[in-house]
Nanobody, 122 residues
Framework: QAQLVESGGGLVQVGGSLRLSCAAS????????MGWFRQAPGKEREFVAA????????YYADSVKGRFTISRDIVKNSVYLQMNSLKPEDTAVYYC???????????????WGQGTQVTVSS
């Protein structure tokens, strides 16, 4: 059964950095695009970043462009989200997602992790 497990969340001050990791089961991971989403309290889940299955193409929400970097390691079956210059509005539960259901990597996915909390304090 495909599974995604996130780690790396925590409490950080404004301007700080965090690196989120997502470990995926092999068969689902190796030839599928992956994405990161987040959901803040009282808000809908929103797209953060995505990476093509070969890692050659990345996509970012405008709100994180230039501050966040998505990457993947095929050997380790993992995808990462490096978050720099964090702001209070980045506070949310961050979810890793695998295997998009359609052509857009900013939309729905078949597999989701359990989420990891990121809190940015001012």
């Amino acid at each position: 059964q495909a599974q995604l497990v996130e780690s790396g969340g925590g409490l950080v001050q404004v301007g700080g950095s965090l690196r989120l990791s997502c470990a995926a089961s092999g068969r689902m991971f190796s030839n599928n695009a992956m994405g990161w989403f987040r959901q803040a309290p009282g808000k809908e889940r929103e797209f953060v970043a995505a990476i093509s299955w070969r890692g050659g193409t990345t996509y970012y929400a405008d709100s994180v462009k230039g501050r966040f970097t998505i990457s993947r390691d095929i050997v380790k079956n993992s995808v990462y989200l490096q978050m720099n210059s964090l702001k209070p509005e980045d506070t949310a539960v961050y979810y890793c997602a695998g295997q998009p259901t359609g052509l857009s990597l900013r939309g729905e996915y078949n597999y989701w992790g359990q989420g990891t909390q990121v809190t940015v304090s001012s």
